[in-house]
């Protein structure tokens, strides 16, 4: 979402007197100009949790008024495309890890699986993504997703395509990681470097992105802080168009992780967190539009 090219007059909010930003989005699909994709589903009734995020933080007050407006006014125009990883099988024919890449990677790797459950990672990617979905557009936001089945062929490449596409605003790809050594656990999220050949105008946006979603997710669920990971080696982070980030939820090599991870209790932990992480990048990126 960009802001800030349209100011609409100052209105009276909640018995404050607070600018109004604009939003481009908004205008454009008002007038219908945008062919926004059938899997957006809208909802444009915000609830009050960004309030009591905003209450939480350490903003200043002047802040916390201002961006509670914003989010009042705008949440809904935001889109979050969500990328529930992997699929049923995967496919390895070759595609470019980036615009004009030399070198080539699988189009979508199998992924892991739960050493205990012998749950694959395409599944637990699905589930707590379309929980995810449900949590977000609870909080006002707009949602499209990837997929909603597991039986599926789209390539790392084509989903960035698809949330651009579908002129989402952030992408945020779901996956659960594996490891030789069983004893890893936690939660690591990772984004391009600052060098990225293809994406590095968006390399503070996703490493913000990546930073708040990672400790909102270890501050809900007590997990392990593996840290964020700056990458430039992953596809379908290195053809987005838009900020980015890989959430790897937990280990699936991991017996207790891997157990946990299949419970009602901590998919839901990790889908607040994540839905948390989101709040706190928008806020903090409407700050300094
Ligand atoms: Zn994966």
Known sequence: MKRGNVIKPILPILGLTLTLLSCNKASEQAHGVIKVPSQI???????????????NSDLAIDEKQGNISVYNHY????IIAIDPGHQ???NFELEPIGPGASQSKAKVASGTCGVSTKVPEYKLTLEVSLKLREELLARGYNVFIIRETDDVNISNRERTVMATEARADIFVRIHADGS???SINGILTICPTIHNPYISQLYVQSRALSDYILNAMV???GAKKRGVSEVDNMSGINWSTIPV????MGLMTNPTEDKLMQTEEYQQKLVIGIADGIEQYFIRNDIVY
Do not use: H, Q, R
Not at 41 to 55: R, W
Not at 75 to 78: E, G, K, L, P, Y
Not at 245 to 248: A, S, V
């Open 219 to 221: 501050a809900v669920t």
């Open 245 to 248: 980030t890989i959430i790897e």
């Open 180 to 182: 030789e050594n069983s």
């Open 88 to 90: 049923a099988k995967g």
């Open 75 to 78: 949440a809904s125009n935001f």
């Open 41 to 55: 589903i809208t909802v444009n009734e915000p609830t009050d949790k960004m309030a009591e995020i905003i209450n």
